[in-house]
């Protein structure tokens, strides 16, 4: 069953290449989602991407308690083509037209493969974007943001585990050290903690040596030895096979759509490893985008609201234990109040 409102599939027109836009859900208020811009073997698994993330991104507002809806857009660049800087104008701007064909129901922002630079090229054609450079009057770069809510997230479950918030003296591994899990890693090492990090692109390992931390393959540090596991790539890392190698105590991270299989946060729960489900540990830079540009609230105030993951962390742990849940349930069923509670007719109980 599909249980999206709107997904509309376009050959753009310029690139020639599929535009995805998916919009899940606008109960809340207009949908938002960042822009993937990525390599699949086929249109449809983008497409497929495109309603996982959308739907994430739903809930990834209620529990954030931000009034404003879940979508995503995703570009499905067929395998090994490059896109020169012409090409990459003409893919964006056939992102905008599909945006403006929502006619505000749904604004962009950057993801996986794209950056505020992208989204200023969005912007000569829609007004429904978010995260532009600070000049063209956006917020600028989500990723540091995204980086501090996962740190705020991390915190919370260290106060868990250990009694404290402090990361100091901590192990953990940081799966991908693209824009936010470079950024995390740097936030990491400056607190004391002890790194293992990994990436698919070798030339990664000069972050790794600045940071002092040791370097894994992709496939090897999933089962490292660390207080925490910190999946900071593209999705469903989880599947049943490596939760059963896990070592950690803890899965926490920016990564969108972790699990391979929903089932995947029951087998965590069972070997007693605490996931806290992606789309809290990533909201940071979706909340400070909307809260600035949207709610045009100061910079402080922003920032606050993504400190503020740390609570909302907290209260999600909180709840799974008196319930005997998971975090991801004690999550699913906050979004679940939170969006009837905008559709229930007025004096309904
Ligand atoms: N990539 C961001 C996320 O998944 C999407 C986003 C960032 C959207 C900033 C709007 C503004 O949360």
Known sequence: ????????????????LPVIVAVHSTALGPAAGGLRLWHYPDWRDGLTDALRLSAAMTSKF?????????????????EGLELDAERRRDVLHDVADAIASFGGAYATGPDVGTGPDDMAVIGEITSHVFCRPAHLGGSGDSSPHTAQGTLAALRA???????????????????????????????????????????????????ADELDAVWRSPDEILAANVDILVPAALGSVLTRQIVAELRCRAVVGPANNQLATLDVADLLHHRDIIWV??????????????????????ADEAHARVRAIEDTVDDLLDTAQRCGQTPAQAASELAMRRLRAVSAPVGTP
Do not use: C, F, Q, W
């Open 157 to 207: 479950v260290s106060r868990r585990l250990y009694g404290t918030a402090s990361l100091a003296g901590r192990s953990l591994a940081v799966v991908g050290l693209g824009r936010v899990g470079a950024g995390l890693a740097r936030l990491l090492a400056a607190e004391g903690a002890a790194l293992t990090v990994t990436d698919v692109d070798p030339d990664k390992r000069s972050t």
């Open 1 to 16: 069953m599909l249980d999206h409102e709107k997904v509309a599939i376009h050959t753009g027109r310029r690139s020639r």
């Open 277 to 298: 489900p992606d789309h809290v540990a990533s909201s940071g830079g979706v909340i400070n985008a909307i809260s600035t540009e949207l709610h045009h609230v100061s």
């Open 62 to 78: 209620a529990v954030a308690g931000l009034p404003s809806g879940g979508g995503k857009a995703v570009v499905a660049l067929p």
